[in-house]
């Protein structure tokens, strides 16, 4: 039989694996919707394939762990004999333990993990209880360290990082978004919409092995000798660093029950967390402890507007952007995606790609040449640019899975940090959120970027 605990965490990774179902339901729906309007071009077939063997995949894995978790659970025989009188005992594999990788997919359900409870275990001075206490002895294990404080570790996606997605209009969308409060509107999460993947579970500084030069074939005639040539090996790395954000809450707000308390806290400062996140992955300047994002980084191509620094952007720049990229021999297994700001697709959207009448404009129907183009407010729009007025935008295009990673350290897990003592004097209590993380530009210039005016 399947000891409690084993159980707990069998049935945290089904909701896992649900979620993330869901997660490709969704995204396989998208693809599907581009065919329904127009032909799929090969990287958008090539991205669904991968979707619908992902989902195989997710539906065989949930088979797996549901009869795992049903055979430690079987019915009143279980902990006795069969119905002819053998012991059962000994006849079972061992349940899975939670795998690595398994942290940071929000389960999906506000109660399996009690976070009040864990802060109020906290300030009575005793172990953390429930799932939570259990998945926090995990970390620990797996990453051999303690919180450094009062507090517990809690899986990434707990935090609620991302806003939620909702396509429904009109009052229903309220609802479905804010539920009974109304939450401080945040920036929406970008970087898991450019393709920009995560690496996760990593311990210690990671350097990653980057070939700038490799061998070169060459014809040689017979009795010819060869040129020799040699790989050129670099390396990037990330670090850990330390993203955190804190609340002050008053003790009574701990035993209120007008709202999900637990809910109200952890999608604020998660998604406070989720900001930050997504506005250092586009423009981290690398000053301070903030790293450094594709904006910044000195591999990222850049070029000027055929008209001129006063532009106004035109077609041209469009095709110059693509082209550049495509210089760099990006991957032919993965798709390119355009990105700008609120105000440079607004321009994008008016702006005519050739001709003035009955024209069609450079940006139309989410799409820019054909490829997937995206607006967030995660880019900066107030450029100025010497010897011109007004504020400028920048345009990106490019390969964003292959030139940039999210890199989550330990087990992804948050360290939650309850400090009842600097607030005291007002009956209040201080909780930190600290997620290790960074951001690793692998190769920069698989993306290009065109400044132009927006105002």
Same mark, same amino acid.
């Given at each position: 039989?399947?000891?409690?605990?084993?159980?707990?965490?069998?049935?945290?990774?089904?909701?896992?694996?649900?979620?993330?179902?869901?997660?490709?339901?969704?995204?396989?729906?998208?693809?599907?919707?581009?065919?329904?309007?127009?032909?799929?071009?090969?990287?958008?077939?090539?991205?669904?394939?991968?979707?619908?063997?992902?989902?195989?995949?997710?539906?065989?894995?949930?088979?797996?762990?549901?009869?795992?978790?049903?055979?430690?659970?079987?019915?009143?025989?279980?902990?006795?004999?069969?119905?002819?009188?053998?012991?059962?005992?000994?006849?079972?594999?061992?349940?899975?333990?939670?795998?690595?990788?398994?942290?940071?997919?929000?389960?999906?359900?506000?109660?399996?993990?009690?976070?009040?409870?864990?802060?109020?275990?906290?300030?009575?001075?005793?172990?953390?209880?429930?799932?939570?206490?259990?998945?926090?002895?995990?970390?620990?294990?797996?990453?051999?360290?303690?919180?450094?404080?009062?507090?517990?570790?809690?899986?990434?996606?707990?935090?609620?990082?991302?806003?939620?997605?909702?396509?429904?209009?009109?009052?229903?969308?309220?609802?479905?978004?804010?539920?009974?409060?109304?939450?401080?509107?945040?920036?929406?999460?970008?970087?898991?919409?450019?393709?920009?993947?995560?690496?996760?579970?990593?311990?210690?500084?990671?350097?990653?092995?980057?070939?700038? +030069? !490799?061998?070169?074939?060459?014809?040689?005639?017979? &009795?010819?000798?060869? @040129? *020799?040539?040699?790989? /050129? =090996? $670099?390396?990037?790395?990330?670090?850990?660093?330390?993203?955190?954000?804190?609340?002050?809450?008053?003790?009574?707000?701990?035993?209120?029950?007008?709202?999900?308390?637990?809910?109200?806290?952890?999608?604020?400062?998660?998604?406070?967390?989720?900001?930050?996140?997504?506005?250092?992955?586009? +423009? !981290?300047?690398?000053?301070?402890?903030?790293?450094? &994002?594709?904006?910044? @980084? *000195?591999?990222?191509? /850049? =070029? $000027?507007?055929?008209?001129?620094?006063?532009?106004?952007?035109?077609?041209?720049?469009?095709?110059?952007?693509?082209?550049?990229?495509?210089?760099?021999?990006?991957?032919?297994?993965?798709?390119?995606?355009?990105?700008?700001?609120?105000?440079?697709?607004?321009?994008?959207?008016?702006?005519?790609?050739?001709?003035?009448?009955?024209?069609?404009?450079?940006?139309?129907?989410?799409?820019?040449?054909?490829?997937?183009?995206?607006?967030?407010?995660?880019?900066?729009?107030?450029?100025?640019?010497?010897?011109?007025?007004?504020?400028?935008?920048?345009?990106?295009?490019?390969?964003?899975?292959?030139?940039?990673?999210?890199?989550?350290?330990?087990?992804?897990?948050?360290?939650?940090?309850?400090?009842?003592?600097?607030?005291?004097?007002?009956?209040?209590?201080?909780?930190?959120?600290?997620?290790?993380?960074?951001?690793?530009?692998?190769?920069?210039?698989?993306?290009?970027?065109?400044?132009?005016?927006?105002?």
């Amino acid at each position: 039989m399947h000891s409690h605990r084993s159980v707990c965490f069998m049935n945290y990774r089904i909701h896992q694996l649900r979620n993330e179902k869901r997660i490709l339901l969704s995204e396989a729906k998208r693809l599907a919707d581009i065919a329904n309007v127009r032909a799929m071009t090969p990287a958008e077939r090539t991205e669904l394939d991968k979707v619908v063997s992902k989902l195989d995949d997710h539906e065989a894995r949930i088979r797996a762990v549901e009869l795992g978790a049903d055979a430690g659970n079987d019915d009143d025989n279980q902990d006795g004999a069969d119905q002819n009188g053998r012991s059962r005992r000994g006849d079972r594999k061992s349940a899975p333990y939670l795998p690595n990788g398994s942290f940071g997919i929000h389960t999906g359900r506000k109660h399996d993990i009690d976070i009040m409870q864990g802060i109020r275990d906290c300030l009575a001075n005793k172990p953390v209880s429930g799932l939570l206490g259990e998945l926090h002895q995990e970390v620990c294990h797996r990453d051999g360290r303690q919180p450094e404080g009062n507090g517990f570790f809690l899986p990434r996606a707990e935090l609620r990082t991302d806003l939620i997605t909702d396509t429904t209009t009109g009052a229903g969308a309220i609802t479905q978004q804010y539920g009974d409060f109304l939450y401080y509107l945040r920036k929406a999460s970008i970087y898991p919409q450019l393709g920009i993947k995560d690496i996760t579970d990593v311990q210690g500084n990671l350097i990653l092995p980057k070939e700038t +030069a !490799g061998a070169v074939s060459q014809f040689v005639a017979e &009795g010819s000798s060869v @040129s *020799p040539t040699a790989a /050129t =090996i $670099s390396q990037v790395k990330a670090v850990t660093r330390s993203l955190v954000t804190n609340m002050t809450f008053s003790r009574q707000l701990l035993k209120s029950s007008s709202y999900d308390v637990q809910e109200i806290l952890l999608t604020d400062m998660g998604r406070s967390v989720g900001e930050k996140l997504n506005d250092v992955v586009i +423009a !981290g300047d690398g000053t301070g402890a903030d790293p450094t &994002g594709i904006l910044y @980084s *000195p591999d990222m191509l /850049t =070029i $000027s507007m055929a008209a001129g620094g006063a532009g106004p952007i035109a077609w041209a720049d469009i095709l110059e952007l693509e082209r550049q990229v495509m210089l760099q021999n990006p991957p032919g297994d993965t798709t390119k995606r355009y990105l700008t700001g609120p105000g440079g697709s607004k321009v994008l959207k008016s702006t005519a790609r050739i001709g003035s009448t009955f024209p069609s404009f450079i940006w139309e129907q989410g799409r820019v040449n054909d490829y997937e183009a995206l607006s967030s407010n995660h880019v900066p729009e107030n450029l100025q640019i010497s010897g011109q007025s007004g504020n400028y935008s920048q345009l990106l295009f490019g390969d964003w899975e292959s030139a940039m990673s999210v890199v989550y350290f330990g087990s992804s897990a948050a360290q939650i940090l309850i400090d009842p003592w600097s607030q005291a004097q007002t009956n209040q209590v201080r909780l930190f959120v600290i997620l290790d993380c960074d951001v690793l530009v692998k190769r920069g210039n698989l993306i290009c970027s065109v400044a132009f005016p927006v105002s």
